[in-house]
C-alpha cells in the first residue's frame, strides 16, 4: 500500500471532528488538500470510510474497524519511537563486560548494583577474562568494557577510567616467622618460595610482581602456581609458601593469613575500567558516567592527564 502517515493523521482529524472544514484546521491544511487526502487513501484501501451527507459525515462500518487499527498501529509505533530514543541515550542496551579476579572482588560488584538500579533496561554479560585477553578482545570488539590491572605500557589508559588504587603487600600464613611485622622490605623475601598465579591467568599481575622483585635484586622462586584469588590463598593457607597480593583483598578473604605491608615504593596496582574509543556505544557511556559518579578516582593517578 502506498498511502502515508499524513494519510492516516487526516483521517483520524476527520474520524475525531466528523467535519471536513474543523478536521482541516486542527490538521492545520485546506479543505480541498484535506479531502485529496481521504480520497486516496479510501482509493488505496477499496473501501469508502466516511458516509457524506449536505449534513453531516459519520464513519462507515469499514471506517470504525479501520480507526480502532489505525489507533492501536499509531500507539505501536509511538511506543517504538519512544523505545529508539531510549536506546539511543544509553536508558535501555545490552553491555558486555570483562572482569578478572581483582575488579570482581575489589570495588565491580558495587558499581554493577548502582548501576542496575539507575538503568534496569540495560542488561549486563559478564566474562572473566585475565587482563590480556581483555584487551584483545576490547581490541576486536567482543566486549564493550573490560576491567583490568593497569600496568606500564598499557596502550588503552588514555580511554580508561581508574576504579580504584591498591596496595601490593606480602601474605604469609599466621604461624610464618614474618607474621609478627609491621613491614618489610621486599628484599628480604628474596629466599622465600612463592605461591603464584598461573602465566595464563595472571600474566600482568606477574609481570608486575616480577619487575617488583627484580628492582629489590632477585628473581622470585616460584614452587606453586594457582588459576584463582581463593587458589592462591589457600595455597599460603597451607604452608606451601608466600605471596605478594593486594592487601585489602587478602584481610578480607582469609583470617589465617596476615598481610604486611611492604616499605618499597611503586607497590601500587589500578584496576580500571577501558573500552575501545573507535566502538562505543550510549550504554558504555552511561555505565562510565557511573563509575565517575562514585568517585573512585584517588588523588595520585599516576595516568592522569598522560
Not at 13 to 38: D, G, M, V, W, Y
Not at 196 to 220: H, N, T, V
Not at 233 to 261: E, T
Amino acid at each position: 500500500m502506498k498511502f502515508e502517515i499524513r494519510h492516516l493523521k487526516a483521517f483520524l482529524a476527520l474520524a475525531e471532528c466528523l467535519h471536513f472544514n474543523k478536521a482541516a484546521q486542527k490538521s492545520f491544511i485546506t479543505q480541498p488538500a484535506l479531502s485529496r487526502l481521504i480520497r486516496n487513501l479510501e482509493d488505496e484501501l477499496k473501501a469508502e470510510l466516511f458516509i457524506r451527507t449536505t449534513r453531516n459525515v459519520r464513519l462507515t462500518e469499514a471506517g470504525k474497524i479501520f480507526l480502532e487499527q489505525v489507533e492501536l498501529s499509531l500507539k505501536t509505533l509511538e511506543k517504538g519511537v519512544h523505545l529508539v530514543n531510549r536506546v539511543s541515550s544509553g536508558d535501555i542496551g545490552h553491555l558486555v563486560l570483562g572482569y578478572n579476579d581483582f575488579s570482581i572482588n575489589l570495588d565491580l560488584p558495587r558499581v554493577l548494583e548502582n548501576f542496575k538500579e539507575r538503568f534496569p533496561y540495560i542488561d549486563i554479560e559478564l566474562n572473566y577474562m585475565p587482563t590480556h585477553k581483555q584487551i584483545d578482545a576490547i581490541k576486536d570488539c567482543s566486549i564493550d568494557i573490560g576491567f583490568i590491572m593497569d600496568f606500564q605500557g598499557n596502550e588503552y589508559r588514555k580511554d580508561s577510567l581508574l576504579l580504584s588504587e591498591e596496595t601490593i603487600s606480602v601474605v604469609v600464613p599466621k604461624k610464618h616467622f614474618l607474621a609478627n611485622r609491621k613491614s618489610i622490605q621486599l628484599k628480604e623475601l628474596k629466599d622465600e618460595a612463592f605461591i603464584m598465579g598461573s602465566e595464563s591467568d595472571w600474566k600482568a599481575f606477574r609481570e608486575q610482581i616480577f619487575i617488583l622483585c627484580e628492582g629489590a635484586g632477585f628473581y622470585p622462586k616460584i614452587v606453586q602456581e594457582a588459576t584463582t584469588s581463593s587458589g592462591i590463598l589457600g595455597l599460603i593457607s597451607a604452608g606451601m609458601g608466600i605471596s605478594l597480593y593486594v592487601h585489602k583483598l587478602a584481610d578480607r578473604m582469609r583470617n589465617d593469613l596476615v598481610s604486611i605491608p611492604l616499605e618499597d615504593h611503586h607497590n601500587k596496582i589500578y584496576i580500571r575500567a577501558i573500552w575501545n574509543k573507535n566502538y562505543d556505544n550510549s550504554s558504555c557511556f552511561r555505565f562510565r558516567e557511573v563509575i565517575m559518579e562514585r568517585q573512585f578516582v584517588p588523588v595520585s593517578d599516576p595516568h592522569k592527564d598522560s
